[in-house]
């Protein structure tokens, strides 16, 4: 692969709507605490919408599909029905079962007990899209071509992802379970300053096309706090699929409406591409860290394996003596994740295309290799780091998690890529597209908006996956649920939920605090470390940059909304990411 020097993140893509937090806040950031069940997501009617549902007595799965489609309504740069995402489900063990209510409804009739299981509903590539999509004819690629146009739009997995998990653990009907969205997208929802500030990114995008700025401008102007934001298109398309469930979407009036407005656009999508359009249930990545157990998403996400890689890595070393934010933390991380993102570029992809060297790529002997290679009190450089395997074979985005009063656990991160996906709708739909297939390689080499330099095994292939950063994920420790994260931010999403669990248990954080505080990522390339203000002091800047670390700082990146089980007192500790103030920890 040709290494790149001018790769960059596009910050408008990493989604900022609130800076990170100073030393003096994080020093009192307290979780919001609750006894039997919580919710976390980016917008507090959504949190609402899942504890009542978890009130009436519905399980976690239940609350999670709830959840899903009132984000769809009420978070609608992010939550969607037009994209795809991943899920973590963690079953309750049975001795946990009944504990709060006696009761064990739903859950594949307890078949599952104590497991965990991964739900792959990511986007999948139209049928007749190839390799050089995104390339001229000289082979350049185009800008814009995989972001802008309909062209850049992937196969939406996000309807049959909810339905397909509600029919296989949830205990209540799809319409019980869709009211709440569909109510919140009749009626409208008054809008406070969080959601201002991230309708506010691209109001100028909503005023290219008459049926997007119809909803998402307020006669012209964009919305202000207090208006009212009423999506009747959006509650009729969400009727009929509380009404036929998937058929609706992928065989009915929905695709075809799709489909119509993507074929006068230049783009790719067929009936066909809905009617064979499928999830996929697989085991989770997992993997062991100072005595817990993380367990993650598998590809076609990289997430699960580069946290995994990173975790072994940094396992033998004293993090929690060297402490958060540390010069020697900051140097083993920083080097772990080059090495793991240089190894997630070049040999990962969506497992139904090719070949993922999972085990290989997770062995000791490989961790132990690449740990080796890490110099102390020195930055190794970029370039001289490869996929350390050998040749390869062959923004927008939210995070919410939930836990019920039985103990069972959803991580879940769904996306259509920027924030407001392709920032256009199909006809009367109501809901934004995905621009999904940024997230495969254009061009060996060519960075994506994230800057990620991928490899020739996550190019586009008709009906393949774009491999993607989203990590849901869940801990736990002696076999019981211990905390549920994960975040936004495209390739940010891999350090964000690392971090996450690293400030817990190595650095003594509360949940809280461990969202909030101030992040560090790198990704091999582009070879510069992003670190959010107030992470470094002006020592540990200055004897990191001797040790050759060069530093962008970015206001702020991500949206971590975790959940952590107090071992002792058995609470739920919930918090919301201050970066997302329209988001809301609440439980009962
Ligand atoms: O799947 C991925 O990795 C990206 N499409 C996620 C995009 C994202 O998180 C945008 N949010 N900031």
Redesign the pocket.
């Known amino acids: 692969m040709t290494q790149p020097d001018t790769a960059t993140i596009s910050t408008s893509?990493?989604?900022v709507t609130a800076p990170a937090t100073t030393h003096a806040e994080l020093a009192t950031a307290r979780p919001v605490t609750a006894k039997h069940a919580m919710v976390v997501t980016a917008q507090h009617l959504a949190t609402q919408v899942g504890v009542d549902i978890l009130k009436r007595g519905g399980n976690a799965v239940d609350a999670t599909v709830a959840v899903g489609y009132a984000l769809a309504v009420v978070h609608p740069c992010?939550g969607n029905i037009g994209g795809g995402?991943f899920m973590v489900l963690h079953l309750a063990p049975s001795e946990n079962q009944g504990m709060d209510k006696g009761e064990d409804k739903g859950l594949a009739n307890g078949m599952d007990k104590g497991k965990t299981v991964f739900l792959d509903f990511?986007e999948k590539a139209p049928l007749k899209a190839t390799p050089t999509l995104f390339q001229d004819a000289e082979g350049n690629v185009v800008k814009g071509r995989s972001t802008d146009t309909y062209l850049g739009v992937g196969v939406p997995g996000t309807v049959m992802g909810l339905n397909t998990a509600l029919q296989t653990y949830g205990t209540m009907s799809r319409k019980e379970v869709m009211a709440p969205a569909i109510k919140l997208a009749r009626d409208g929802f008054v809008l406070t300053q969080g959601d201002i500030n991230i309708l506010h990114t691209r109001s100028q995008d909503f005023a290219k096309y008459p049926n997007v700025a119809a909803i998402f401008l307020n006669h012209g102007k964009p919305y202000e706090v207090g208006d009212r934001l009423v999506q009747p298109q959006l509650a009729h398309t969400l009727e009929q699929i509380a009404k036929d469930g998937s058929r609706a979407f992928y065989h009915g009036s929905i695709a075809q409406a799709v489909v119509k407005t993507s074929e006068k656009n230049g783009g790719l999508l067929s009936l066909k591409d809905f009617a064979d359009y499928t999830v996929q249930w697989d085991k989770p990545i997992t993997c062991g860290y100072h005595g817990y157990t993380v367990l993650s998403a598998p590809p076609p996400?990289?997430?699960g394996t580069t946290i995994c890689q990173i975790l072994q890595i940094i396992q033998p070393y004293p993090m929690g003596q060297w402490g958060y934010g540390s010069v020697n933390t900051l140097h083993t991380l920083v080097e772990a994740e080059r090495r793991a993102f240089a190894d997630r570029n070049t040999y990962l992809g969506d497992p139904a295309f090719v070949n993922n060297p999972i085990d290989e790529l997770l062995s000791p002997k490989h961790i132990a290799k690449m740990r080796a290679t890490i110099q102390p009190g020195k930055a190794t450089p970029s370039s001289e780091i490869k996929g350390s395997l050998g040749p390869a074979e062959g923004?927008?985005?939210?995070h919410f998690s939930i836990v019920d009063a039985q103990g069972n656990a959803v991580s879940i991160?769904f996306?259509?890529?920027?924030?407001f996906g392709l920032g256009q709708i199909a006809g009367n739909t109501g809901f934004f597209l995905?621009n999904?297939m940024?997230?495969f390689t254009a061009k060996p080499g060519v960075p994506n908006s994230?800057g990620l330099v991928q490899g020739r095994i996550n190019q586009i292939e008709p009906g393949k996956r774009?491999?993607?950063?989203?990590s849901p994920t869940i801990v736990l420790k002696d076999g019981k649920l211990f905390m549920v994260t994960g975040?936004?931010?495209?390739?940010?999403?891999i350090s964000t939920t690392l971090e996450s669990i690293l400030n817990v248990v190595d650095f003594g954080m509360n949940m809280q605090q461990a969202v909030d505080a101030p992040r560090v990522h790198h990704q091999w390339y582009p070879d510069v470390v992003l670190v959010e203000p107030g992470l470094l002091t002006p020592a540990t800047k200055s004897t990191l940059e001797k040790m050759g670390y060069a530093f962008k700082e970015v206001e702020s990146?991500?949206?971590d909304e975790a959940i952590l089980v107090d071992q002792k007192t058995g609470l739920l500790d919930g918090a919301n990411d201050r970066r997302r103030p329209a988001g809301l920890a609440a439980g009962y």
């Not at 923004?395 to 939210?398: S, V």
């Not at 996306?415 to 924030?419: D, E, F, G, H, Q």
């Not at 774009?466 to 989203?470: F, T, V, W, Y």
């Not at 975040?487 to 999403?493: A, C, F, L, R, V």
């Open positions: 893509a990493l989604d992010c995402g990511r996400s990289s997430g923004q927008h985005t939210t991160t996306t259509i890529n920027y924030l995905n999904e940024d997230d994230f774009p491999l993607s950063s989203m975040s936004p931010g495209g390739s940010t999403i990146w991500g949206a």
